[in-house]
């Protein structure tokens, strides 16, 4: 057992409490470890925050504008944007996009060559160091590709990014390895909350997903650098929930009981969705044969698109459709078939992005599919909970973190509490069976191979 006496930092008080045990016999309260929570590290660690929440808004700008100019509006959402334009322009964006990107990532691979831009892999391999100059590029080529309708989520570029911003800032300041591991870890992480304005949300992720530790001296950073990349995004971004206005729902035995069964469903569909997103990155476009991918994959999309349009995006406004207690029995079934393919289609072309909104909407597409289903046997619960409590079940099983999935879903809606009880009991079942099946998550699934 570590000393207070020896311990770092060090207690002002070195007498011990009459009980003689130490401090330390907490099992979060210990020391720093390898990444000493000095002033420098304080320092760069408000800096990353700083820089993630500017990064956020940058990228957001691009996206959004990217959006109004891809499908010709200036408010309300994308959505309903894409129903509006013609077939001509939904496939036209599209084709556009594979286009631009297929050539940009190209150059961008071939001119950053041994370059890295994977944070997961450089974390987890101990190593933390990343391309400033590939990640920017990747970030910004990734939000072009999904504003004019990919889909592939929107957070991989502000994840990125904040974690770049926390790469760059140990070279500066000389932080040693374990604190650039932390500084980066945070910063990927306060990406995500700054976007998305989830700040405990985003500290979740930080510290269940990326770092695998909930100690107090992981918390602590992770905690501060999300609060401040969200209060920065404020600059440009609203402060409101993702998903506005839906409702408070409210526990009852039905959904309670749907829960317990809709927990192993999910967890036997995320497992075999992490096995589809691991298979396709690793058998993504390589080479120039990726300049092309991305024009056949995206204008797929834009076929498929024909029929169902609201497959164009990162999935935000099909969830939040799902949340209000929208959408047939038919549709969402066929929302929930296609969102995953189109997904991993456009991963497979070689484009780069994040899969944390189209994973959240399929779940909430799954809940809300079997919520109709089951209200015709128990009625009495709106099918928006139902989506809602299948959104947080995916989240944790396919991140393999229910504690992120929980949160997330909640800061998302500002709303979910009262169905706490049965929103808990899905997303451990699900998380549970999908650990037990198999163990992967979207992000460890996604890792390159072994060098």
Not at 40 to 64: H, S
Not at 73 to 97: K, Q
Not at 119 to 133: A, H, T
Request: proline fraction near 4%; aromatic fraction near 8%; charge should be positive.
């Amino acid at each position: 057992m570590v000393s207070e006496r020896i311990r770092v930092p060090a207690p002002l008080l070195k007498r011990r409490l009459p009980s003689g045990r130490g401090a330390t016999e907490q099992p979060n309260v210990k020391g720093d470890g390898d990444a000493q929570l000095n002033v420098r590290f304080w320092i760069a660690l408000v800096l990353t925050g700083v820089a993630t929440g500017l990064f956020g808004d940058l990228m957001m700008l691009i996206l959004f504008n990217v959006q109004h100019l891809a499908f010709g509006y200036h408010t309300g959402s994308l959505e309903t944007a894409v129903l509006r334009s013609s077939d001509t322009r939904r496939i036209a964006s599209l084709l556009i996009a594979g286009s631009v990107g297929g050539i940009l990532w190209y150059l961008l691979r071939r001119f950053t060559k041994g370059e890295s831009s994977d944070v997961d892999d450089q974390i987890w391999r101990g190593k933390s160091r990343l391309s400033f100059r590939r990640c920017l590029g990747t970030s910004v080529i990734s939000e072009l590709v999904v504003g004019m309708g990919a889909s592939i989520g929107r957070e991989q570029a502000p994840k990125v990014m904040g974690a770049a911003s926390g790469s760059q800032l140990s070279d500066w300041l000389g932080l040693t390895p374990g604190q650039r591991k932390l500084l980066v870890a945070c910063g990927s992480g306060a990406g995500l909350a700054a976007v998305y304005n989830v700040p405990l949300g985003g500290a979740f992720f930080t510290i269940e997903v990326v770092l695998g530790t909930i100690s107090l001296p992981a918390v602590l950073p992770a905690i501060t650098c999300s609060f401040v990349a969200t209060g920065v995004a404020w600059l440009y971004l609203p402060r409101n929930a993702t998903y506005l206005d839906i409702p408070q729902y409210h526990f009852t035995m039905s959904v309670m009981v749907w829960s317990l069964v809709m927990g192993l469903v999910v967890g036997g569909f995320a497992s075999l969705y992490i096995r589809l997103i691991g298979w396709v990155s690793h058998h993504s476009a390589r080479g120039r044969l990726a300049i092309v991918a991305p024009i056949v994959a995206f204008g797929a999309l834009g076929l498929i698109g024909f029929a169902y349009p609201q497959l164009f995006g990162n999935g935000k406004d099909m969830a939040h459709g799902v949340f209000l207690g929208q959408g047939t029995l038919l549709l969402l079934l066929a929302l929930f078939a296609l969102k995953p393919v189109v997904t991993a289609m456009c991963l497979q072309s070689g484009a780069s992005g994040g899969l944390f909104t189209p994973t959240l909407s399929t779940g909430a597409l799954l809940g809300g599919f079997l919520g109709l289903l089951w209200i015709h046997i128990w009625p009495g619960t709106s099918v928006g909970a139902f989506g809602m409590i299948g959104a947080a079940a995916m989240i944790g099983a396919s991140m393999q973190a229910p504690l992120s999935g929980l949160a997330l879903v909640l800061e998302l809606t500002h709303s979910g509490f009262g169905l706490m009880v049965p929103m808990m009991a899905a997303t451990v079942i699900a998380t549970i069976v999908a650990r037990h099946i198999d163990g992967y998550s979207i992000y460890s699934a996604r890792l390159p191979g072994i060098e």
